[in-house]
């Protein structure tokens, strides 16, 4: 009887896969100064064989068990330089896990109470896998899990609305602040929106265009800029400004050119008077030097991220990074000239900005959000899909590029299990996932 799954270390069962084995036992291969993946292949093989013979009766083996099996494969076979490196590769794997397992509450500061509250939402609305996202497509109830999951976000946002406006305090500057393509944007308009039907008068002050010219920016060893480190910004600036408008002074506010890379000369006037509340929409609007200027009790800190709690057809939960990438790959090909191709390969200054950035100061945030809606994925499988082969091509042969091939390859996988929805007219003008595939009715 041959296995078909396996148990992960934390108790999930998932479909076993040879080709995981061969890379593993090649990984050692490589490890002792050898290049025979076809004799990776071949061991794996037998270990296929060995595990199957081992687990006839029917019972699941665990990732440890076939590992055990594949350490005495390879010393059957007189291979033991590899399988001493296939024991080292073991052991420090699982120093990393014990590693990370320690720094938890270090990398996610996002309450878990909230995350629950998204993934039974979801579980309610049965979209809370990949599975059941697909049946709502086959059964033409995509159009009704669109209208539920709007309503809800936008509850939302009325819900932060009136804590802002609360009588108890003197808000005089509301910062939404979330790692890249979270949904920053239009949130802080429909925010906007609501404080304006409570009698307030909200200013948005963009910090877009508070961004160095291109030939200021940090750069790393290979020459490419990084729009993701807050040193991107004008940070003295920005704080020259709010402490002007906070003292009902005008300030000239700098424009941006994302395809030029530059400040053209022209300026904005801006001011803010005595009943208006200014809005901050910033990647980097917990990172203390953007604000230090003004007093904590004058803010409002509202923290967005795109929770997706949505698991893949193995029982992963999708990466809140990767839906954020799709939503990026998508927005930067049609708004801001930029390759998708290049935006996978950049990602990594976004994922290292947001853990130096943003994660540290999650916890002093006053209202974490969520920004994702349960339905994208099978938006992006449509805008996304067939440029994918493409692009982990022109990463696979590039070492300096692992990482991008890497993420390109485990997102490719991740769409090929969703189906396609081919009419998006379904999606209201006004939603938060129309700032990324466009067709929206905001201006931005």
């Known amino acids: 009887m041959a296995v078909e799954a396996i148990i992960k270390r934390d108790g999930r069962v998932v479909v ?23 004799l990776a292949e071949r061991l794996a093989d037998e270990v296929v064989k060995k595990t199957d013979e081992a687990f006839s009766n029917g019972v699941v083996p665990t990732v ?24 080292l590769y073991r052991a420090e794997h699982e120093r990393i896990r014990e590693k990370k397992s320690s720094h938890i509450a270090v990398e996610d500061n996002i309450p878990y109470k909230l995350l629950w509250k998204v993934f039974t939402w979801n579980v309610d609305h049965r979209c809370d896998n990949i599975e059941r996202l697909n049946e709502h497509i086959e059964k033409a109830t995509f159009p009704g899990l669109i209208e539920d999951a709007e309503k809800l976000y936008h509850s939302e946002i009325s819900k932060v609305a009136g804590k802002i406006v609360s009588p108890e305090k003197n808000i005089r500057v509301v910062i939404v602040a979330g790692p890249s393509s979270s949904g920053k944007t239009t949130t802080t308009i429909k925010i906007g929106e609501k404080m304006k039907e409570r009698g307030k008068e909200f200013v948005l002050l963009g910090l877009d265009n508070y961004f160095r010219n291109l030939d200021q920016h940090p750069k790393d060893e290979y020459g490419d800029h990084d729009y993701e480190s807050p040193q991107a910004l004008d940070l003295p600036l920005i704080n020259e400004h709010l402490s002007e408008l906070l003292a ?125 809606m349960p339905y994208e994925l099978p938006l992006y499988r449509k805008h996304l899909y067939r440029l994918f082969p493409d692009i982990i091509k022109s990463y696979s042969n590039d070492p300096k590029k692992l990482d991008a091939s890497i993420r390109a390859t485990r997102v490719y996988d991740l769409l090929s299990q969703v189906k396609e929805l081919e009419d998006e007219s379904c999606v209201p003008l006004n939603s938060v996932v129309r700032e990324f595939i466009g067709g929206s009715s905001y201006q931005y």
């Open 16 to 38: 076993f896969n040879k080709i995981k084995i061969v890379d593993a036992i090649f990984r050692a291969v490589v490890g002792v100064g050898g290049s025979d993946r076809a």
């Open 248 to 372: 009902g002074r005008k300030v000239q506010m700098p424009i941006y050119d994302f395809k030029t890379g530059k400040r053209i000369s022209k300026t904005k006037e801006f001011e803010l008077l005595p009943n208006q509340i200014l809005l901050i929409d910033s990647l980097h609007g917990l990172y203390p030097d953007l604000t230090s200027n003004i007093p904590h009790e004058l803010k409002f800190k509202f923290y967005i991220e795109s929770l997706c709690q949505i698991k893949d057809t193995n029982g992963e939960f999708v990466r809140w990074t990767d839906l954020r990438m799709l939503r990026r790959m998508v927005r930067d090909s049609w708004h801001r000239a930029f390759n998708p191709e290049k935006t996978v390969g950049h990602w990594h200054y976004v994922r290292a900005s947001e853990k130096k950035y943003i994660v540290p100061f999650i916890n002093k945030a006053d209202h974490v959000f969520n920004g994702s």
């Open 64 to 87: 440890e068990g076939v590992q055990d099996i594949v350490e005495k494969t390879l010393v059957e076979h007189g291979h033991y330089k590899t399988a001493k490196a296939y024991i």
